[in-house]
């Protein structure tokens, strides 16, 4: 699809130009169209604090830029419109010792992408575009995407943001209930401006090292959110990367108002499964595998649910929770080595608590300073203790502390200014995973053009 999307994006672009000039002057096609820029400065300093891999230290600091076109569409039935993103990132700071690793050879460090010597580079730079169709209250995207669904998510936690390759279809002309679905071929890294085919963990490793490395040209998503009342929300998703695994989510979102304060409920329910030459033993041999203990080879089998309970009385947040991953795979999600996210409760800073028969109790505190006085400060922590790892010899464990500190400006000539830090531990006995102490210091800016 990444070879005819971008062509028939700007084919339908041009069209929606052509048919409609005259009326695009005067009406949603520029009327309704935005354009921004944001600044984004960001620090990363790891510690890794034992073990033998390379690199024990990771350090990488630069300046993001991201410019975002969303154009209206034009009149008529059927509306015509075009969406872009560019993408700009300059190291500021960054060494061979702090973002080389001998054992990622090809995917770049934590920040940028590596020279052919393993040094970061100076700079790097995408674009993407988006065409897009709209007929009532249904919409059409082809080209880059960036979707947020609990199937496939983008990761947005480096300098840079992640985006996928694809089309999507997204429908809301039945009251109370959106209908998406799509396909995506290719993904760019947050540190990276090629588009590369997808993957999972276990076959995302080094190309130069590690044995046949396989991915796939198709993941197939599709699904819903049904708004049974104002307060309760129902979820059903189904995601297939195609020769790797198929995936069924399950969702309940529910909102309850108290006496004192308030309660949400967050409830997820994934079953995934192999798929096409993952399913068989020579698939697995050849490469389609899935990392996990005693999974056949490699062979997708889980079934991860979770449960997340939020109290909120004024600017206070009380949050507890617990997930299980069962099954003999880890949990299964569109991972290319280079950046990744997934729709779990415990996706965090640093770890993810995924691994094959892992149990994680979580517990956190936010509060937002606006109730005192101080609008825009806002501070949070968060502990995962995960256990019950499928190990050789014994079961392993984890915990990961993070706490987050945040600052935006509400008023005057800086308005929307946000400075974070970000803070984190991770101890672990799960079989190649180092501790690690991080820190992340980010200023971000986004000025509106019109």
Known sequence: MYNRSLPLAVALASLSLGAHAAESQQHGFVEDSKLSATAR???????????????????????????????????????????????????????????????????????????????????????????????????????????????????????????????????????????????LEHAKGRNSTNMDSLTIAGSNGNPVTARANQRSNAFYYGGGDYKITKDLTAQYYYGNLEDFYKQHFFGLLHNWALPVGSLKTDLRYFYSDSDGKNANQEGRIAGYRSSGFNNNGGEVDNRTWSAKFTYSLEGHALTAGYQRVNGTSDFPFLNQGDGSSSYLITDVQIGKFQRAGERTWLAGYAYDFATIGVPGLTTSVMYLKGDNIAAAGYDRSEWERDFTLGYVVPTGTLKGLGLAWRNASLRSDAASQRDQDENRLIVSYTYNFF
């Not at 054992?103 to 790097?124: C, I, Q």
């Open 41 to 183: 400065n960001f620090y990363i300093n790891t510690d890794n604090r034992d073990g033998t891999a390379n690199p024990s230290k990771q350090e990488e600091w630069g300046q993001g830029f991201i410019l975002n076109f969303v154009s209206g569409y034009t009149e008529g039935t059927v509306g015509f419109g075009l969406d872009a993103i560019g993408l700009y990132g300059v190291r500021l700071d960054s060494g061979k010792g702090t973002a080389y690793n001998a054992n990622s050879v090809g995917k770049g460090g934590t920040v940028f992408p590596s020279d052919s010597d393993g040094r970061a580079v100076d700079d790097f730079a995408s674009m993407g575009v988006t065409g897009k169709v709209k007929i009532s209250k249904t919409e059409l995207r082809l080209g880059t995407l960036q979707p947020k669904l609990p199937v496939v998510q983008t990761n947005d936690g480096r300098l840079l943001p992640q985006t996928f390759e694809g089309g999507q279809v997204t429908s809301n002309d039945i009251e109370n209930l959106t209908l998406v679905g799509g396909k």
